[in-house]
């Protein structure tokens, strides 16, 4: 096996995971399938998932496929085709794409952690732990938690997100920094037999845009974001309900603002969005950051967790094509970091849509690139 060549006289790649989210949990499964000892650092007392839905495509439910969990996975989404709308209701898509260039699938963040994790193994999840700081040496590295344990490895993934605590260390100048202006309001909510239309996104007035769409269980998920927006000041439902009005033209919105009227306040989750700048590297010799860690973009593109998911199959590709650990880092970086200058720019450009039928052709061109181009560029030979 690739890990016994890593490491002569040992048994097993012995890998840490700082991060217990849907990255981290994806990468715990794959190394698990390399035959590694892996351990996952999660500092919640519970699995569980930050926001509400997630939409996933076809490159990263290909991974779980690959995982052996894709089956388990796609029973519990929604799938859903992508439609443009402007605030009167007028719906668009932009000609001349395949049909498999809308199609993605919605997802309970809840239920699809609990799915990882489970294949994962639980006896490998460390809960309310925490990475306080790691020393790297020629032959390992040292994992101290914040509560004074320390772990040997011979690898340490970052799967800990835009406050990355692996990147703070590495890249110390590197930190989670504001998409000024840039705010989101969202929520899940039992549908309760009303009739809702799956819209996946909706471009209105002053920059904003918003949607919601059935997900599983009988429920809908909204949302709502605004670029260039002033510094929210009331409630959550308040501001929410403010820039749905904008998404409103001839009371089309209606479904939209009575659902977030209906929505407790508790339930809403609102977030400055936060984003990774560019770095000028992602591992060392022991050490790899993935996912939001890595690349954490504003999430309008909605492919986040699609792509964080992507660099788990592309860091145990490089990981299988040969026996040096450092050696199969750089490749990971040297296939990864200009991916993701293609999808820096893709972002920039769907992020000064002008109007849902500039937004539509936009987005298809990404969404094209990923599963076409993108998705061979992804999965090209590391031998």
Same mark, same amino acid.
Request: charged share 20%.
């Given at each position: 096996?690739?890990?016994?060549?890593? /490491?002569?006289?040992?048994?097993?790649?012995?890998?840490?995971?700082?991060? !217990?989210?849907?990255?981290?949990?994806t990468?715990?499964?794959?190394?698990?399938?390399? $035959?590694?000892?892996?351990?996952?650092? #999660?500092?919640?007392?519970?699995?569980?998932?930050? &926001?509400?839905?997630? /939409?996933?495509?076809?490159?990263?439910?290909?991974?779980?496929?690959?995982? $052996?969990?894709?089956?388990?996975?796609?029973?519990?989404?929604?799938?859903?085709?992508?439609?443009?709308?402007?605030?009167?209701?007028?719906? %668009?898509?932009?000609? $001349?794409?395949?049909?498999?260039?809308y199609?993605?699938?919605?997802?309970?963040?809840?239920?699809?952690?609990?799915?990882l *994790?489970?294949? *994962?193994?639980?006896?490998?999840? @460390? @809960?309310?732990?925490?990475?306080?700081?790691?020393?790297?040496?020629?032959?390992?590295?040292?994992?101290?938690?914040?509560?004074?344990?320390?772990?040997?490895?011979?690898?340490?993934?970052?799967?800990?997100?835009?406050?990355?605590?692996?990147?703070?260390?590495?890249?110390?100048?590197?930190?989670?920094?504001?998409?000024?202006?840039?705010?989101v309001?969202?929520?899940?909510?039992?549908?309760?037999?009303?009739?809702?239309?799956?819209?996946?996104?909706?471009?209105g007035?002053?920059?904003t845009?918003? &949607?919601?769409?059935?997900?599983?269980?009988?429920?809908? %998920?909204?949302?709502?974001?605004?670029?260039?927006?002033?510094?929210? +000041?009331?409630?959550?439902?308040?501001?929410?309900?403010?820039?749905a009005? /904008?998404l409103?033209?001839g009371?089309?919105?209606?479904?939209?603002?009575?659902?977030?009227?209906s929505?407790?306040?508790?339930?809403?989750?609102?977030?400055?969005?936060?984003?990774?700048?560019?770095?000028?590297?992602?591992?060392?010799?022991?050490?790899?950051?993935?996912?939001?860690?890595?690349? !954490?973009?504003?999430?309008?593109?909605?492919? $986040?967790?699609?792509? !964080?998911? #992507?660099?788990?199959?592309?860091?145990?590709? *490089?990981?299988?094509?040969?026996?040096?650990?450092?050696?199969?880092?750089?490749?990971?970086?040297?296939?990864?970091?200009?991916? %993701?200058?293609?999808?820096?720019?893709?972002? +920039?450009?769907?992020?000064?849509?002008?109007?849902?039928?500039?937004?539509?052709?936009r987005? *298809?061109?990404?969404?094209?690139?990923?599963?076409?181009?993108?998705?061979?560029?992804?999965?090209?030979?590391?031998?």
């Amino acid at each position: 096996m690739a890990n016994n060549l890593m /490491n002569p006289g040992s048994t097993k790649l012995r890998v840490v995971i700082a991060g !217990g989210g849907l990255v981290g949990m994806t990468a715990g499964i794959a190394f698990r399938h390399l $035959g590694a000892d892996v351990c996952v650092l #999660e500092q919640a007392s519970e699995i569980r998932a930050a &926001g509400a839905s997630i /939409n996933l495509w076809k490159n990263a439910l290909d991974v779980f496929d690959d995982l $052996g969990v894709g089956e388990q996975i796609r029973s519990t989404g929604t799938s859903l085709e992508a439609w443009f709308y402007d605030a009167s209701g007028q719906r %668009f898509r932009a000609a $001349g794409f395949d049909p498999d260039d809308y199609a993605f699938t919605l997802f309970s963040r809840p239920i699809l952690n609990t799915i990882l *994790a489970d294949a *994962a193994g639980r006896e490998n999840i @460390l @809960l309310n732990s925490r990475l306080a700081s790691f020393e790297e040496g020629d032959n390992k590295v040292t994992v101290t938690l914040t509560d004074g344990k320390r772990l040997d490895a011979d690898l340490l993934i970052g799967a800990d997100g835009v406050y990355s605590t692996v990147r703070q260390q590495m890249l110390p100048g590197h930190p989670a920094m504001e998409h000024k202006g840039h705010h989101v309001w969202r929520a899940v909510l039992p549908l309760n037999d009303q009739q809702i239309d799956n819209t996946i996104l909706t471009v209105g007035a002053d920059r904003t845009r918003g &949607g919601l769409a059935k997900t599983s269980g009988d429920q809908v %998920f909204w949302m709502i974001n605004q670029f260039d927006s002033a510094e929210p +000041k009331g409630t959550k439902k308040e501001e929410a309900l403010r820039r749905a009005q /904008n998404l409103n033209d001839g009371n089309w919105g209606e479904s939209l603002i009575r659902l977030i009227g209906s929505t407790p306040e508790d339930k809403i989750l609102f977030n400055q969005i936060m984003y990774v700048p560019e770095l000028p590297f992602w591992v060392s010799k022991r050490v790899a950051l993935i996912g939001d860690a890595a690349h !954490g973009l504003s999430p309008h593109i909605a492919a $986040g967790g699609a792509l !964080g998911i #992507e660099d788990v199959m592309v860091l145990t590709n *490089a990981i299988k094509a040969g026996p040096d650990l450092p050696a199969a880092l750089k490749r990971y970086q040297t296939q990864r970091m200009p991916y %993701f200058e293609t999808v820096r720019n893709f972002s +920039k450009d769907v992020e000064q849509s002008k109007d849902s039928k500039d937004f539509a052709r936009r987005y *298809a061109a990404f969404t094209h690139w990923m599963l076409n181009d993108g998705y061979s560029a992804a999965r090209l030979s590391q031998l």
